[in-house]
């Protein structure tokens, strides 16, 4: 697992969109894993600086969405279609958007439905990430298999308050990628900014490897990096030793 370590949340917010845009001007048919939230609010927002004022080109992109809440229409305001509508697909029109139907009559028929859907695209080849505070990715909460695949959840007390304390009134039930089905992207891409995430990430990164932190899960992962700032970096025993290795680098490897 990789760890930088940013001096802000716009930096960490700016390097993301830059790995992004790296992947989609050598790649134009990439498949990218996106995420909602606050966190990637940023990020969208500079790859729509980029394809309005360099031409970063989209519009051969497939995109598939982490989760989705059951039982909203695609249009209600807390729907995750709609707020990838707003702060991202209105303004770069990719090729094929994917995001788990929540309407679905058929909600099983529908999880297994976008596992092979992501399968027919050739997979996922970045994920962006954010984390929870009690260390969810995605909304697989705490004692999530860290095998599991696409399917529905029920959210926790916790993370329905912190919900409803933006402003959110949505369902108890969601659609969302198993932790396996991240697993299986070829790059993941982890933000965390502000001290509320800081004991999520140094359970994450330096805490042992278990289901009740679903993000630890990222361990595994063969090309997985976390993007935080100073103050989400707080907890982190080896933060001398991870900005150590991001300053010496070698040039082939640098991404800023």
Same mark, same amino acid.
């Given at each position: 697992?990789?760890?930088?370590?940013?001096?802000?949340?716009?930096?960490?917010?700016?390097?993301?969109?830059?790995?992004?845009?790296?992947?989609?001007?050598?790649?134009?048919?990439?498949?990218?894993?996106?995420?909602?939230?606050?966190?990637?609010?940023?990020?969208?927002?500079?790859?729509?600086?980029?394809?309005?004022?360099?031409?970063?080109?989209?519009?051969?992109?497939?995109?598939?969405?982490?989760?989705?809440?059951?039982?909203?229409?695609?249009?209600?305001?807390?729907?995750?279609?709609?707020?990838?509508?707003?702060?991202?697909?209105?303004?770069?029109?990719?090729?094929?958007?994917?995001?788990?139907?929540?309407?679905?009559?058929?909600?099983?028929?529908?999880?297994?439905?976008?596992?092979?859907?992501?399968?027919?695209?050739?997979?996922?080849?970045?994920?962006?990430?954010?984390?929870?505070?009690?260390?969810?990715? /995605? $909304?697989? @909460?705490?004692?999530? #298999?860290?095998?599991? !695949?696409?399917?529905?959840?029920? *959210? =926790?007390?916790?993370?329905? +308050?912190?919900?409803?304390?933006?402003?959110?009134?949505?369902?108890?039930?969601?659609?969302?990628?198993?932790?396996?089905?991240?697993?299986?992207?070829?790059?993941?891409?982890?933000? /965390? $900014?502000? @001290?509320?995430?800081? #004991?999520?990430?140094? !359970?994450?990164?330096?805490?042992? *490897? =278990?289901?009740?932190?679903? +993000?630890?899960?990222?361990?595994?992962?063969?090309?997985?990096?976390?993007?935080?700032?100073?103050?989400?970096?707080?907890?982190?025993?080896?933060?001398?030793?991870?900005?150590?290795?991001?300053?010496?680098?070698?040039?082939?490897?640098?991404?800023?």
């Amino acid at each position: 697992m990789e760890v930088v370590i940013l001096p802000s949340p716009d930096e960490v917010c700016g390097r993301a969109a830059r790995i992004v845009a790296r992947l989609v001007r050598e790649k134009s048919r990439a498949v990218l894993g996106l995420c909602t939230g606050e966190t990637p609010k940023p990020v969208y927002a500079e790859l729509i600086r980029l394809h309005r004022d360099e031409g970063l080109d989209f519009s051969q992109v497939t995109t598939f969405n982490l989760d989705e809440y059951v039982g909203l229409d695609a249009q209600h305001p807390a729907s995750y279609r709609r707020y990838m509508a707003e702060h991202f697909f209105d303004h770069v029109r990719v090729a094929r958007a994917h995001v788990p139907d929540g309407g679905a009559n058929d909600i099983a028929a529908a999880c297994r439905d976008y596992e092979e859907a992501i399968v027919r695209a050739g997979g996922i080849d970045l994920q962006l990430l954010g984390i929870g505070a009690d260390g969810h990715i /995605a $909304f697989n @909460e705490p004692s999530s #298999s860290l095998g599991s !695949r696409t399917r529905v959840k029920t *959210l =926790t007390e916790r993370t329905l +308050a912190l919900l409803q304390a933006r402003g959110e009134s949505v369902p108890q039930h969601v659609i969302t990628m198993g932790i396996g089905t991240i697993l299986d992207a070829r790059r993941c891409v982890l933000l /965390a $900014f502000g @001290e509320s995430k800081a #004991s999520a990430i140094a !359970r994450m990164v330096e805490g042992p *490897l =278990t289901a009740m932190v679903p +993000a630890s899960a990222l361990q595994l992962h063969p090309r997985a990096t976390v993007l935080v700032d100073e103050t989400a970096a707080s907890k982190l025993e080896l933060a001398d030793y991870y900005r150590e290795v991001e300053r010496n680098k070698p040039s082939w490897q640098r991404e800023d």
